[in-house]
């Protein structure tokens, strides 16, 4: 998967994609990544990316004229452009599974107090990572090619892992354990110790049900608000 990332600070993006399972996707090229700043797309002295917003109000607004000549020089049919908003579906999951479809994405940050209205028509979807407001895209860009590299095939050592986890069936991973059996005096469930995968299987099931039941109930309810509603393109 190529994923292309617009922002005004790709200095942010040097060392967290650098390490551990993101920097292996790369070095095998399941992961071509290419970070661009959007001020290589001014044609001013200065290289102007912001102005004031019509109607006043605090800040300033990213511009239209670098985004688009931007993004149109970066897309092609292939390209799924999300932009970065707190206003965007909220990732979850199902929403990272459904990015790692698409061959080649491009991620659009947003910095200061956002961008012009007219960006939103250059979207294929827009996305916010939680209800909270960063300062810029660079963090949610980051935890999208995060989450989303580690579901490509050939990424994670064992595959397994990522139909197990949780969010995988709108359930939260079951407890697990590693030795000892016994660290002081708090015990491994002895189903996992049985050797009986039938049973552990079943138990481990319950264990998520229960948990999920317990810590997010709003994952077994079918009618989780608008975090799910498609947006299309304006
Ligand atoms: C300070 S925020 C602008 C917030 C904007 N004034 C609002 O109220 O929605 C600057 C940029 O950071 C990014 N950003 C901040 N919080 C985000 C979030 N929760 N999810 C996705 N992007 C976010 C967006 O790209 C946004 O345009």
């Known amino acids: 998967m ?31 990544l290419g970070i661009h700043n959007l001020r290589d797309y001014t044609h001013d002295r200065h290289k102007t990316v912001d102005d004031k917003p019509f109607g006043g109000g605090p800040g300033m607004l990213l ?11 970066l897309t092609s049919e292939q390209t799924h452009v999300v932009l970065l ?21 491009l991620l659009v940050c947003g910095s200061y107090e956002g961008f012009d209205e007219r960006i939103r028509s250059l979207a294929d979807d827009e996305l916010s990572i939680g209800d909270y407001v960063l300062t810029n895209g660079a963090l949610p860009a980051m935890v999208i090619i995060d989450a989303v590299t580690r579901l490509l095939p050939g990424v994670l050592g064992d595959e397994e892992s990522v139909v ?28 996992l110790i049985s050797g009986h995968h039938a049973e552990i299987a079943k138990w481990r099931l319950e264990q998520s049900e229960l948990r999920t039941r317990q810590r997010r109930p709003d994952l077994l309810n079918p009618i ?11």
Request: glycine content about 6%; overall charge neutral.
């Open 2 to 32: 190529k994923i292309d990332v617009m922002t005004l600070f790709p200095g942010m993006f040097s060392g967290p994609l650098d390490e551990s399972i993101i920097k292996r996707a790369r070095d095998k090229g399941l992961l071509v």
């Open 63 to 73: 511009k239209p004229e670098p985004l688009f000549e931007a993004v149109e020089s």
């Open 85 to 105: 908003t707190p206003s965007g579906r909220r990732l979850n999951q199902a929403l990272v599974r459904d990015l790692t479809r698409h061959s080649h994405l």
């Open 164 to 191: 197990q986890e949780s969010f995988s069936n709108d359930l939260l991973e079951y407890p697990q354990y590693t030795r000892p059996a016994d660290f002081r005096g708090m015990t491994v469930p002895d189903v």
């Open 224 to 234: 989780r608000g608008t975090e799910n509603v498609p947006q299309t393109k304006v």
